[in-house]
């Protein structure tokens, strides 16, 4: 039978915990310490060795920790600069509230003694890692939006949201009728067909401000049973990373050329000015001159100081 071999982290962490449960475990047996860690007496005796080779910088006699264990039973001494269980990094923190914040997020809000339990925790730990600020693991969606959604779609009604454009960067108020949700880039999607664009969209789940239940016809109008895309031709002058990411290209070779498609003419037109030099809008005609409009006006804005 093959030997098990600990992980180093796993073994790195056990022999920090070691030195103070031997500590204040004087004269235990070696089976029933390799019992309380889970290893068998071969792998205890092997961190035991390490252990008696560890001490202060100087690493004589004098500084290094006295461990005996020949005779079966396990004491430990000069071993005070660890004699204290080790503590909580700030990163090993901070991955706790975060585990806690999505355990709390899977739990029923009936089970409020689980839920309470769950938040003193987290505020103990946060005190403990001095956390500056609060965290969470779980989306910035509202939950009154997306509760409103599940019934519009369960339902088969439509909705009336509030929702914030970036794209436009401005709020507006729609009646969507939703079709299902999609994610994408690790954020949520509502594909739906909007009635005050006459036209499918997307809307991002979580710049919806507001959304309530909004009778509707649910009879899409045939004239729009496909979304409307916008195609340009993109040439790359300055193969950034940036680029690549905003565009989703994998390879850019300076001066090639490469074709996207996007439900917004805003987005083209702000994803072409946020490029700056590295790129080049080929087509289409209206919005290249969409966008010399929108530079020759900040160009004035200058002017005008």
């Known amino acids: 039978m093959a030997k098990k071999i600990s992980a180093p982290l796993e073994r790195t962490a056990r022999l920090l915990d070691l030195v103070p449960y031997i500590s204040s475990h004087q004269g235990i047996s070696l089976k029933e310490l390799a019992h309380v860690f889970k290893v068998d007496q071969a792998q205890m005796t092997s961190d035991l060795t390490t252990l008696w080779m560890c001490g202060l910088p100087g690493y004589t006699p004098l500084e290094l920790m006295d461990l005996d264990f020949e005779s079966g039973f ?19 923190g901070v991955a706790l509230v975060l585990g ?3 355990l709390r997020s899977a739990i029923s809000s009936e089970r409020t003694d689980l839920l309470e339990r769950i938040d003193l925790l987290s505020q103990r730990l946060a005190g403990l890692i001095k956390l500056p600020s609060a965290l969470s693991a779980t989306s910035l969606i509202n939950q009154e939006v997306s509760a409103a959604i599940s019934e519009a779609m369960r339902s088969k009604m ?45 809307f991002r789940i979580d710049r919806i401000q507001s959304a309530a239940l909004h009778a509707v016809l649910q009879e899409i109008p045939k004239s729009s049973t496909q979304p409307s895309r916008f195609t340009a031709t993109i040439k790359v002058l300055d193969p950034t990373r940036a680029i690549a990411e905003r565009f989703n290209q994998s390879e850019l070779p300076v001066n090639s050329e490469f074709d996207f498609e996007t439900f917004s003419i805003q987005w083209m037109e ?9 790129v080049c ?17 900040m160009l004035d804005r200058y002017k005008a100081r």
Request: glycine residues 4%; charged residues 25%; contains cysteine.
């Open 100 to 102: 806690l914040d999505l």
């Open 281 to 297: 809008l080929q087509s289409p005609p209206e919005v290249r001159k969409s966008i010399s409009v929108m530079a020759q006006s």
């Open 270 to 278: 702000r994803s072409i000015m946020a490029s700056g030099r590295a």
């Open 158 to 202: 439509g909705l009336q949201i509030t929702y914030h454009s970036l794209y436009r960067d401005e709020v507006s108020t729609r009646v969507i009728f939703p079709i299902e949700m999609v994610e994408r880039d690790g954020h949520l999607y509502l594909s739906s067909y909007c009635y005050s664009a006459a036209d499918f969209r997307e």
């Open 74 to 92: 396990v004491t430990i001494h000069n071993a005070e600069t660890l004699s204290k269980p080790r503590s909580i990094s700030f990163d090993e």
